[in-house]
């Protein structure tokens, strides 16, 4: 990173809005010791917690707290931080803030803290995007992964990998300069051996990270089929309240219905659609084009079907629209009134349940053949939370890994292909990342974070 250029002061309510026991008004800059040496009305010795006087300009009291002072770069931002830990108050913050920025900072955009602390090289960007997930995590599962990717985990893997990225680059490179015995070099220091050993490397982290982006993301699973088969019925049965409206007349959901839920600590959005069928009625035909439209941005169909019915020439039109990339499972429901056996099998390539949604027979082995179609690897346990992002820029590397592969014995073309691959590599943790990239992940972020 460059030599970090002197920044303004930033200032911000750090707690989260509302009335709290306690509040926390942050500020980074420099010059903070003098500015703590106003605000507090004493000398705050390094990283020693004083209760102070916190006073506006005219003498007034604002509130009585502790002051912390953490000279830079020993601290979150790595530049001088100031904290005024007050009574949680939603006045008495916003009275601390104000007199603050009279003060001379500026109030903070949304993750300006930690971007300042990346930007200080106290934290790449994966971590930094870690900050931001640990507070939104959804489940303990998720917290965990969030904390492990923040502790460097997931940096420490691509570290790795763009070490050695660098090595074979080094050795590729050093053959440009004697072109007549290049390919021979190649082979004797064995860097397609060393090439394919990365690029398994590389599967076995993205396949961690894929893990953790589910606990992150999220899958959508949308439940279709005619009308009246029960899908509201397994959307409540899967939520564990009623969310949806249940009758046994067809065509009662008109709307699409999303609910959120967590299985084993992943998170699952389940959608309930409008039963499927001819319709002259208008707000019907709108439902149903909404439930194609969801269909369209699903990870995952359940396709609804009644037992007693089995698998009808409409269900074959429906199975024949789906999206050819969409994993689907055939869900026979109403077993109760079948009298058929609960369970799960493969039929044809897809999976195929028997359950009841009204009984709630079946519903542990739904929620197991979620997980498992998912790729839920069955624990947190060493996974790492990461985005979209890290996923794409993991296949974007494989795959020059992948041609670099093909094209070895042209010298340059395989160095060029492994430059990219690093470049790629590089653009998780932010060695290479343009300002909009970053103007984008810490935009996502809350103020005062
Ligand atoms: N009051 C308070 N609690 C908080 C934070 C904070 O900013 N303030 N954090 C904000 O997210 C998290 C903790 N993260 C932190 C990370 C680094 C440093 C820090 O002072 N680092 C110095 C010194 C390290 C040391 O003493 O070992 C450094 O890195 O040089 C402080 C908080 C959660 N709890
Ligand atoms: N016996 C039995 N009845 C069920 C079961 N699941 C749903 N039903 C009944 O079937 C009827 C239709 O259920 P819904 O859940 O509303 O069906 P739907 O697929 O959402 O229907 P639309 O919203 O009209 O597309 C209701 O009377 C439910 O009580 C089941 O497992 N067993
Ligand atoms: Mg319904």
Same mark, same amino acid.
């Given at each position: 990173?460059?030599?970090?250029?002197?920044?303004?002061?930033?200032?911000?309510?750090?707690?989260?809005?509302?009335?709290?026991?306690?509040?926390v008004v942050?500020?980074?800059?420099?010059?903070?010791a003098?500015?703590?040496?106003t605000?507090?009305?004493?000398?705050? =010795?390094?990283?020693?917690?004083?209760?102070a006087?916190?006073?506006?300009?005219?003498?007034?009291?604002?509130d009585?707290?502790l002051?912390?002072?953490?000279p830079?770069?020993?601290s979150?931002t790595g530049?001088?931080v100031l904290?005024?830990q007050?009574?949680?108050?939603?006045?008495?913050?916003?009275?601390?803030?104000?007199r603050?920025?009279e003060?001379?900072?500026?109030l903070?955009?949304?993750?300006?803290?930690?971007?300042?602390?990346?930007?200080?090289? =106290?934290?790449?960007?994966?971590?930094?995007?870690?900050?931001?997930?640990?507070?939104d995590?959804?489940?303990?599962?998720?917290?965990?992964?969030?904390?492990?990717?923040?502790a460097?985990a997931?940096?420490?893997?691509?570290?790795?990998?763009?070490?050695?990225?660098?090595?074979?680059?080094?050795?590729?490179?050093?053959?440009l300069d004697?072109p007549?015995?290049?390919?021979?070099f190649?082979?004797?220091?064995?860097?397609?051996?060393?090439?394919?050993?990365?690029?398994?490397?590389l599967q076995?982290?993205?396949?961690?990270?894929?893990?953790?982006s589910?606990?992150?993301?999220?899958?959508?699973?949308?439940?279709i089929g005619?009308?009246n088969?029960?899908?509201s019925?397994?959307?409540?049965a899967?939520?564990g309240e009623?969310?949806a409206?249940?009758?046994?007349?067809?065509?009662t959901t008109r709307?699409?219905?999303r609910?959120?839920?967590?299985?084993?600590?992943?998170?699952?959005?389940?959608?309930?659609?409008?039963g499927?069928?001819?319709?002259?009625d208008t707000?019907?035909?709108?439902?149903?084009?909404?439930?194609?439209?969801?269909?369209?941005?699903?990870d995952?169909?359940?396709l609804?079907?009644?037992?007693?019915?089995?698998?009808?020439?409409?269900d074959?039109?429906?199975l024949?629209?789906?999206p050819?990339?969409?994993?689907?499972?055939?869900?026979?429901?109403?077993?109760d009134l079948?009298?058929?056996?609960?369970g799960?099998a493969?039929e044809?390539?897809?999976?195929?349940?028997?359950l009841?949604a009204?009984?709630?027979?079946?519903?542990?082995?739904?929620?197991r053949?979620?997980?498992?179609?998912?790729?839920?690897?069955?624990?947190?346990?060493?996974?790492?939370?990461?985005?979209?992002?890290?996923?794409?820029a993991?296949?974007r590397?494989a795959?020059?890994?992948?041609?670099?592969?093909?094209?070895?014995?042209?010298?340059?073309?395989f160095a060029?292909?492994?430059r990219?691959a690093?470049?790629?590599?590089?653009?998780?943790?932010g060695?290479f990342?343009?300002?909009?990239?970053?103007?984008?992940?810490?935009?996502r972020?809350?103020?005062?974070?």
């Open positions: 990173m460059t030599q970090s250029p002197r920044r303004d002061t930033i200032a911000a309510i750090a707690t989260a809005p509302g009335r709290g026991g306690v509040g942050r500020i980074s800059g420099t010059g903070l003098e500015l703590g040496l605000l507090a009305g004493k000398p705050l =010795k390094p990283r020693h917690a004083h209760y006087d916190f006073r506006s300009s005219d003498g007034e009291l604002i009585q707290g002051a912390l002072f953490f830079g770069p020993h979150f530049e001088d904290e005024l007050g009574h949680g108050g939603p006045v008495v913050m916003q009275m601390l803030l104000r603050c920025l003060l001379g900072a500026r903070a955009e949304p993750g300006e803290f930690t971007r300042r602390a990346f930007l200080n090289d =106290k934290l790449d960007l994966a971590q930094a995007e870690s900050v931001a997930d640990l507070i995590a959804g489940s303990e599962a998720a917290a965990r992964s969030a904390l492990r990717s923040l460097g997931f940096s420490g893997e691509i570290h790795t990998l763009v070490e050695q990225l660098i090595n074979l680059r080094m050795l590729v490179e050093a053959t004697f007549e015995e290049d390919i021979d190649l082979e004797a220091a064995d860097a397609r051996g060393k090439l394919a050993s990365l690029h398994g490397q076995k982290v993205f396949g961690t990270a894929r893990q953790g589910l606990l992150r993301e999220g899958m959508h699973v949308v439940l005619q009308p088969v029960g899908k019925s397994l959307m409540n899967l939520a009623d969310v409206i249940v009758t046994d007349i067809a065509g709307d699409t219905v609910e959120l839920i967590q299985l084993d600590g992943v998170p699952m959005h389940i959608i309930d659609t409008a499927l069928r001819q319709t002259d707000v019907e035909q709108i439902g149903i084009a909404r439930t194609w439209a969801a269909v369209e941005k699903a995952l169909a359940l609804l079907i009644d037992s007693r019915e089995g698998i009808t020439e409409h074959r039109d429906i024949g629209r789906l050819e990339r969409l994993p689907r499972v055939h869900v026979f429901n109403k077993v079948t009298g058929e056996a609960v799960h493969e044809d390539g897809h999976a195929v349940l028997r009841s009204k009984a709630g027979l079946g519903l542990d082995e739904l929620k053949t979620l997980l498992d179609m998912v790729g839920w690897g069955g624990t947190d346990a060493g996974v790492f939370l990461a985005r979209e992002r890290h996923l794409d993991i296949r590397a795959s020059h890994l992948e041609t670099a592969a093909l094209v070895w014995q042209q010298v340059e073309l060029e292909e492994l990219l690093q470049n790629a590599l590089a653009s998780i943790t060695e990342s343009a300002d909009d990239l970053l103007g984008e992940i810490f935009s972020f809350c103020i005062g974070k």
